[in-house]
């Protein structure tokens, strides 16, 4: 059974903060890792990462896949307020589906 | 972004009656989900559609069904809905299961009350 873990369930920093948010995983057969992120609806996708070593950025979003050591990081630098939300680690496998971790929930103090 | 609609968005009803959530996409995308998401337990999946008539069971489906009778429709059902149902409910779709094109869109969710 496919499974997603993520650190730290809860976080507070003070804005300006570099914070790093973990995923690891466990998988038959990987397919690719996804990040969202989900402030008062609807996840919104941020990465999906295939193949280890390669960053995928975004302004201050970026995040990196580790598939031999079985995890990701999210990276977000110079926080912002509206950076406060649940991010969500996703993993997809051989089926046509996503197994979800519980999510990182993200409180960025003024 | 992604034509999605959930509905009705928001019902309180009591334990033992029937409630169907719709969702509705304009995207034509092949692939239809339910989620349900409480409090720490994150996003998990209840049933999903690879089709229509095609269906198949997440990891939490006791207790729901869901049918795809067109490619932009996929109903949920509780047929006697207890208070253990209570949550919000997402759907999503994409438009395969490849690499490429792996990535989910979800509506706004549909949060359900069971009294």
């Known amino acids: 059974e496919d499974k997603v873990v993520q650190s730290p369930l809860s976080l507070v920093v003070h804005e300006g903060d570099t914070v790093t948010l973990n995923c690891s995983y466990e998988?038959?057969?990987?397919?690719?890792l996804l990040w969202y992120k989900q402030e008062k609806k609807a996840p919104t996708f941020l990465f999906m990462l295939t193949s280890s070593g390669i960053e995928k950025k975004s302004g201050r979003l970026s995040s990196i896949l580790d598939k031999k050591e079985l995890f990701s990081i999210l990276n977000i630098t110079a926080t912002q307020t509206g950076d406060s939300a649940i991010y969500l680690c996703?993993?997809?496998?051989?089926?046509?589906?996503?197994?979800f971790g519980k999510g990182t929930m993200l409180l960025v103090s003024p | 972004d992604a034509g999605i609609t959930q509905s009705p968005r928001h019902k309180v009803t009591e334990t033992g009656t029937p409630v169907t959530l719709r969702c509705h996409q304009t995207e034509n995308h092949r692939y239809m989900y339910w989620y349900r998401q409480d409090p720490g337990h994150g996003l998990r999946l209840i049933h999903y559609?690879?089709?229509?008539?095609?269906?198949d069971k997440g990891e939490v489906s006791d207790g729901y069904s869901v049918s795809r009778s067109k490619t932009e429709d996929f109903l949920l059902t509780l047929e006697s809905a207890t208070s253990s149902q209570t949550s919000v409910y997402f759907c999503?779709?994409?438009?395969?299961?490849?690499?490429?094109?792996?990535?989910?869109?979800f509506g706004e969710g549909s949060r359900l009350t069971v009294l």
């Open positions: 998988v038959t057969n990987f397919r690719s």
């Open positions: 996703a993993l997809r496998s051989g089926y046509s589906t996503l197994t």
């Open positions: 559609s690879y089709g229509v008539k095609d269906t």
């Open positions: 999503a779709i994409s438009e395969g299961a490849g690499q490429s094109t792996g990535e989910l869109f």
